[in-house]
Every structure is written in C-alpha cells, then in structure tokens.
C-alpha cells in the first residue's frame, strides 16, 4: 500500500508540475497604438504596413491594422500587437534603418499619434478574429476580477449556441487604461465581439439576449462591474496569426 500511495503521490507532483509548466509558460499579451489620419491616407497606411511586415515571421503572434468606427473612440486608427509576452517579436529582427524608413514612410500620412496600452488575453472562445473582422470592444471598470472572470467564461459557455459563429475575445489593461466617456472611472478589462459586419453584429445581440437565465445569473455573480466605453472597427489588415 505504501508503494501503491508513493506511486500515486509522484504520479499527482508530476501532473501538478505539467501542469504549472503548460499554464504559465505562455502569457498572451497586446499593446494598441492609437493614431489619427485621413481617410483618403488609408491605402497609403496600409501600404507602408504591407511593406514593412512583407515575409516576416513572428516569433508569436502578429499584428492588426484597424479602422475605428462607431462609439468614443481615441483616434482614427489604431495597430494591435499581440503574441506571447516570453517569445515576442521577429524571428529575423528589424534593423534600425529598416525602423526608420518605416516610420519616414507614415509620417507624412499620420495627423497625431494617440495614446498606447497594453494589457493581457485572458481568453475567447477559440473563434480566429480575422473570420470576424467587424468588432465592438467593451472597456470595463471591474471590481473583483476573480469573480468576474468566473461569471463571463460561464456566461460566455452557456450562451455559446447564441454567438452564430461570432468571436468573443477578453482581457485586461495592465499598463495604460482608458478613461471612461464620462470621466467616471478607468477600465482595467475589455471584452471584444466580433461578427462578419455590423448587421450580424446586431443580430447577434438579438439572439444573446434571448439567454434572461443565463444573463441573470451572470449579473447576480460578476460583482460590481460598471461599462464605462463601448465602440466598433474593422480590421483592415492582419498580420501572423492569432490562434
């Protein structure tokens, strides 16, 4: 027997370990770059991107050019970089002409730059945004992020038949936060839907509002959480690989 307890001992440290390995051995992590520039500059942008991402390969990771469109927003456009915090960057770096002709390329096509943030990817469920290119983001002020992480993933499980094929991906702000519309509050999380376009992105609503169950008990298990923005983009441009 005391094999046998020995035995399932070093069997359990073993499992422990893998598994204290596997979930802490990738942090998922972003940084937004907002910036603001004319429209008819777009293609341009998209261009100087194209040009400088060309045959790159992301250690992990990638990067999405996005148009902001609807709701309080803090710029025109914006570039996400996202990726494993321990295996960021490129393969085969940049070099600092290589950075510099980039930048001297937007320069003269970019009116200001905005502000900057980065926090972690908590999770989605497993939909690739890119298949979903129209995208509401939530920013939220939560109080007990414990219990709110708890009460989104079981919403977000129960409510999975509702999502007609849309992405929901969510997290935190860790460096940099948003301040609310109303000056009431600064977000600490962020909750992104994405949908094929904004109509589908309506019905999706329709749909996940049918869930009065499954909503209830989410607000009644989430602890104070308060919405202080909400606004839409589209990707426009999209980089490596999310999954």
Not at 80 to 103: C, I, M, S
Request: charged share 25%.
């Amino acid at each position: 027997n005391s094999k046998i307890k020995i035995m399932k001992n070093t069997i359990m440290l073993l499992m422990f370990s893998l598994f204290f390995t596997f979930s802490f051995s990738q942090t998922p992590s972003f940084t937004v770059y907002y910036f603001n520039a004319e429209r008819s500059n777009e293609g341009e942008i998209a261009a100087a991107y194209d040009d400088f991402f060309d045959g790159v390969e992301f250690k992990s990771g990638g990067a999405y050019l996005e148009r902001m469109d609807r709701g309080n927003v803090d710029g025109s456009h914006r570039l996400v970089r996202f990726g494993d915090t321990e295996n960021w960057g490129l393969v085969e770096p940049k070099t600092r002409e290589q950075w510099a002709k980039h930048l001297s390329d937007l320069d003269p096509l970019v009116e200001s730059r905005g502000p900057r943030y980065t926090g972690r990817i908590l999770g989605s469920n497993g939909v690739d945004p890119v298949t979903k290119p129209y995208i509401q983001i939530y920013d939220l002020d939560v109080s007990n992020p414990t219990k709110w992480l708890a009460a989104f993933s079981k919403l977000i499980d129960d409510t999975k038949d509702s999502a007609n094929g849309g992405m929901v991906v969510y997290g935190t702000y860790d460096v940099g936060t948003p301040i609310g519309v109303n000056r009431d509050g600064t977000a600490t999380h962020w909750v992104a839907l994405g949908a094929n376009n904004l109509g589908d992105l309506m019905m999706s609503k329709v749909e996940g509002e049918k869930y009065v169950d499954e909503w209830t008990e989410y607000h009644q298990t989430k602890g104070e959480t308060k919405i202080l923005n909400h606004y839409s983009l589209r990707i426009l441009k999209d980089y490596g690989a999310f999954n």
